[in-house]
């Protein structure tokens, strides 16, 4: 006999109120073997139906109390919506697991929203939205009511809970999103630290590209591409832009910095950066479906609203990197316009995976025009890259700020910002759509005013935003030694000097000074554009340093030594100020080694035989005519290593012992071919990347997994950067660099104090590269998958309530591991030894 059993319930979600309808169609059949066991003894047909009956009964019944999975899909008539249907469930249990214990789900929330501040997973927005309730109402909808919705021709979802339009595709796979008007508004905020004239964009708003992208007659992709210099520039002008567009019709932006949890939560599921980035961008297309909304219909979808959800939710779940374009395609395919503004410098190191971009929205562009939609897509980046993209895509190139830019001091108010801001240059957009709906924000202004418990993306996080803006103002960014409030800037490094200063420094200088002990200090050479000491304001702010700065040198041809102590650029400056502000008792030489081209362009660059003439200067013994150094700072580099005498005096200073640091690279991917700079890939030199002051490398960063530097490849902070001489913040691996040659430095006077200054064994094994890398290894720490090696000088020197002896006997034990026993044996005997 064979049994059909349809399960209905009653209550969707897990609740274990079901009723059981039976449609039973049977035909019977004896054997021996079926009429074997329990029912061996029945007589007849009816018999055994009796007793089959209700034991079937009972097992339908329990497996409907336990919460049979599948039951709520068998009232779904039309099998193309189970994908959308599974994962409502799966929110569901997921959402219902949180709840369980109140307590412990309110703490849990309270904590998210520490951590993940500008970051919206499903428990977020359950918790901020009810959004378990709006689930269970559609599957509600789905299951009991879809027959009789089906019937009336009516759609069924409601106008009250459109947003799962992109709440539901957004969430599959424990996804995340990036509320990008929370970063969009942090970047203001940072924002507000930087001088103006390295946030001056009025000129770029002036581009006649800007104005044909903007209000053209034929929608287009703009590739805005900037320099090292521009960056920040860039930023300032992607937020205007975006501000700008949101007023006047739908934008979809991501903007530079994104949280940090969004590059774990992308890693941590496998997920390309690439792609990680798209699928951010089709979840805000979804996301103004809503504005498409009137009278309370779906007017553009009709009948298909079910169809589309359960499509897109299809798509979220099983879409690569290159899928994400046809999703994005369905989203904005019922819009008439909509702008697209990218900063692809989030993307940090995986910045290739963007340059097929221009093309793909190009022919996404024409696609969606047969559709009625136009779409105009801008992408910005802070390295040239028009090399990389088709010759049909439109760049913008965005350089330095003018010389001298309008002068904004004693100006009113509204008169500042026509200089900064000029509304009257901007082109009119032309609007052809709506007001966004409530759901979807526009402007921080509107924000302020209508942020409630509705919003469905944020929630009522005006006061999160309120304080972000008030901490960043708080910290002070002041000079290293300033103490902040607790709370600092994306990537400040003022924890990391607080550390510095706190724990490693005390360990090393508190000792000579208790006791009177004296030492040979050590000596580093920094081949830069000089260092500024001839403007008296430069006179007074440098002045607690001037003491360490044992030379002043010109090494560029027909220049004389006083031009080392001019520094117009303020690079090599600042530079040595990183460098003495680490090391308190390392002596400088400095060296002048920058020239102009002889093309009449003002930008410095490093001359190759200025750089060959001061690495043999400082080398050389001082009994021969040089210096005698024992660190060489090279904060620069070429694409190419050409000049046999350039490479031939590193050669001979890593004989001398000698060692010699040099910045990477400050493009990204977007470098020279080789990855990463010369001299930074000699094997002579010890190679330094720039990281923010938490160890997260920076969007400059070189490439993670380039075969050059493999193993003598560390990074130190290279972000907002002070010196004294100047107001700006310093952000690149040049800076990085002399912070990682002060920490070498640093290790060198440990071991020319006592107990180590006894053991000559040491000071020999310390001038060897392979001594100096072990010992920097063991004071980094390696964060994320690109496994950067971020350097923690404390993590060995000065660690709280370890003894200075038991320092000196772990620097000991890790030469020993490349040496051999005998080092440090005259102050830490071997076992067995008198």
Known sequence: MAFVAVITPTTPGRSVNYSLRFEVFYYITFTSTLLAGSVSGCRSANTYFTILLPLLDIVLKTWALAGFNSASKRHIMDLSHQCLVDEIERQIRILESDTSDNLTARRRTARRREEYLGIIDARQQNSDQQYRTDLLTLLSNLTSDYLQSKAENKPPLHLNNLSLFWQIPAFCGDAIVVDQNYAKDRSKALQDHRAAKDTYTADIWERRELTQWISGPEPSVLVVQGTSQSVERLEKFSVEMVDYLQERCPTVFLLSPLPTFFYENSFSRGVSRGGAVLRQIAVQCLRIIPSSV??????????????????????????????????????????????????????????????????????????????????????????????????????????????????????????????????????????????????????????????????????????????????????????????????????????????????????????????????????????????????????????????????????????????????????????????????????????????????????????????????????????????????????????????????????????????????????????????????????????IDAADGFGEYTRTTASSVSSYGRGRRFSAPGTKLTSPHSAALYDGSSFACAIAAGIGALVLEFARQPPLQASKTVQNSLKEMSAMIAILERMSAEKGPDRFKFLLPWTLLGKPGQPREFTAYSLVDELRNEFGLAVGSEVFPLEGES
Request: proline content about 5%; some cysteine.
């Open 294 to 687: 009137k009278d309370g219909t779906l007017s553009f979808l009709a009948n298909d609203a079910l169809s589309f959800l359960d499509k897109m939710t299809f798509n979220f779940q099983t879409a690569c990197h290159e899928d994400w374009f046809s999703s994005i395609e369905a989203a904005l395919s019922y819009q008439e316009q909509v702008y697209i503004v990218l900063d692809i410098s989030i993307l940090h190191q995986h910045s290739r995976d963007a340059f097929s971009w221009p093309a793909r929205f190009f022919n996404l562009i024409h696609k969606l025009r047969g559709q009625k939609t136009d779409l105009r897509v801008m992408i910005l980046t802070g390295r040239s890259i028009d090399g990389l993209l088709g010759a049909t895509t439109r760049i913008m190139s965005v350089d330095m700020a003018p010389q001298s830019p309008p002068h904004a001091d004693g100006l009113s108010e509204s008169e500042h910002a026509s200089v900064y801001l000029p509304q009257s240059n901007k082109p009119r957009v032309i609007v052809s759509l709506p007001a966004l709906a409530d759901d979807t924000e526009t402007t921080k202004e509107t924000f302020d005013q209508n942020s409630t418990q509705s919003d469905p993306i944020n929630g009522n996080r005006k006061e999160e935003r309120q304080n972000l803006v008030e901490g960043t103002h708080r910290s002070g960014l002041g000079s290293f030694q300033a103490a902040d409030s607790g709370v600092t800037s994306e990537g400040s490094p003022i924890s990391w000097f607080k550390n510095l200063t706190s724990k490693t420094q005390p360990a090393i200088y508190s000792s000579r000074s208790a006791k009177g002990i004296s030492f040979k200090p050590v000596k580093i050479a920094v081949l830069d554009t000089g260092f500024a000491y001839t403007e008296e304001h430069d006179k007074k702010s440098l002045k607690p340093y001037m003491h360490r700065i044992k030379k002043f040198v010109s090494f560029v041809e027909d220049e004389t030594d006083l031009e080392a102590m001019k520094d117009p650029s303020g690079h090599g400056t600042a530079v040595a100020v990183q460098l003495l502000k680490v090391s308190l008792g390392a002596v400088l030489y400095i060296c002048r080694v920058a020239t102009s081209s002889k093309d009449g362009n003002r930008e410095l660059f490093p001359d190759k035989q200025a750089v060959e003439r001061a690495i043999k200067k400082a080398v050389e013994d001082p009994e021969k005519g040089g210096w005698g150094v024992d660190i060489i700072n090279m904060s620069f580099g070429w694409a190419f290593d050409d000049h046999d005498g350039v490479r031939n005096a590193i050669r001979f200073a890593r004989r001398q012992g000698v060692h010699m640091f040099a910045s990477t690279s400050n493009d990204g991917l977007l470098g020279p071919p080789n990855d990463i700079l010369y001299p930074s890939r000699a094997p002579e030199v010890i190679a």
